[in-house]
């Protein structure tokens, strides 16, 4: 079992930055597929990032291409995703999630572990 717990949530002005963190126990993730996800009230989980095991293709919605970059430290088991010029519509819950292999990085059903969210709030 993985269990993973993120954090760095908060709340920011549009135009700043954040990191999310997501740390991982129970059980190494240097060879799980890492994603983040996105919730915003009443809408449905949506794809951020996504990172290989190997962390050599990385993936990312169209909406935060060149804003958000994921990342991880395997000698931390812990991955994060930097949010520069964040944006109003970028309010949400934030999830990571982990799956030991998957050919489809961008659909929540691809992951088997999630953590419990943090939430982001970007004020205009």
């Known amino acids: 079992q993985v269990q993973l717990v993120e954090s760095g949530g908060g709340l920011v002005q549009a135009g700043g930055s954040l990191r999310l963190s997501c740390a991982a126990s129970g059980r190494t993730i240097n060879f799980y597929a890492m994603g983040w996800f996105r919730q915003a009230p009443g809408k449905e989980r949506d794809f951020v990032a996504a990172?290989?095991?190997?962390?050599?293709?990385?993936y990312y919605a169209d909406s935060v291409k060149g804003r958000f970059t994921i990342s991880r430290d395997n000698a931390k088991n812990t991955v994060y995703l930097q949010m520069n010029s964040l944006k109003p519509e970028d309010t949400a819950v934030y999830y990571c999630?982990?799956?030991?292999?998957?050919?489809?990085?961008?659909?929540?059903?691809?992951?088997?572990?999630w953590g419990q969210g943090t939430q982001v709030t970007v004020s205009s």
């Open positions: 999630a982990a799956v030991r292999s998957t050919s489809s990085y961008t659909r929540p059903t691809s992951y088997d572990y």
């Open positions: 990172l290989s095991w190997s962390a050599i293709n990385t």
